[in-house]
T-cell receptor, first 112, second 114 residues
């Protein structure tokens, strides 16, 4: 069965700390991978996406993610977080027909 | 360029009632998907509409139905509401041809069933 799992439900860290959020997927065939962010009171926004090619993808706001096919992983990273990065982060995978399968989400809280 | 718009933003209904939620896709998009996001969970796929037909469906009962209009806008209908239907309902739009496209989400409709 297709699935996406995120390693942490809650992460608390201080400003300037580095962030890494884990994501593993279980999909057969071609898969597209995404990280979305949901700031408090706002809609889901796309941080970055991987379709093919360079497995290291860069997104908005200084985020990047690495696709490791052998590990079925697509981890999100940011070298130095800011208070404004406080949000919920969702990893998602898409196989055929555009259906997105989301992970349960990781709530990230950045303290000043 | 308007993004994905949903209405209403908030809704309170009583158990057993019926509800209709609406979605206008981003300009240029022809495919609309609906998701249910319960508190503390990731969005769950309900169904997807393309060319006014339901193309794919998630694990939701028949109480959940939808429609897509010629202008690509869409409705989600839920009949016989249960308390467990309380959630944020998200609409996402995209362009046909799933490769190298991304979905854009609306702000959602917060449905509370009492």
């Amino acid at each position: 069965a297709q699935s996406v799992s995120q390693h942490n439900h809650h992460v608390i860290l201080s400003e300037a700390a580095s962030l890494e959020l884990g994501c593993n997927y279980s999909y057969g065939g071609t898969v597209n991978l995404f990280w979305y962010v949901q700031y408090p009171g706002q809609h889901l926004q796309l941080l970055l996406k991987y379709f093919s090619g360079d497995p290291l993808v860069k997104g908005i706001k200084g985020f990047e993610a690495e696709f490791i096919k052998s590990k079925f992983s697509f981890n999100l990273r940011k070298p130095s977080v800011q208070w404004s990065d406080t949000a919920e982060y969702f990893c998602a995978a898409r196989g055929s027909w555009g259906k997105l399968q989301f992970g349960a989400g990781t709530q990230v809280v950045v303290t000043p | 360029d308007a993004g994905v718009t949903q209405s209403p933003t908030h809704l309170i209904k009583t158990r057993g009632q019926q509800v209709t939620l609406r979605c206008s896709p981003k300009s240029g998009h022809d495919t609309v998907s609906w998701y249910q996001q319960a508190l503390g969970q990731g969005p769950q796929f309900i169904f997807q509409y393309y060319e006014e037909e339901e193309r794919q469906r998630g694990n939701f009962p028949d109480r959940f139905s939808g429609h897509q209009f010629p202008n690509y806008s869409s409705e989600l209908n839920v009949n016989a509401l249960l308390l467990g239907d309380s959630a944020l309902y998200l609409c996402a739009s995209s362009q046909e041809g799933y490769t190298n496209t991304e979905a854009f989400f609306g702000q959602g409709t917060r449905l509370t069933v009492v």
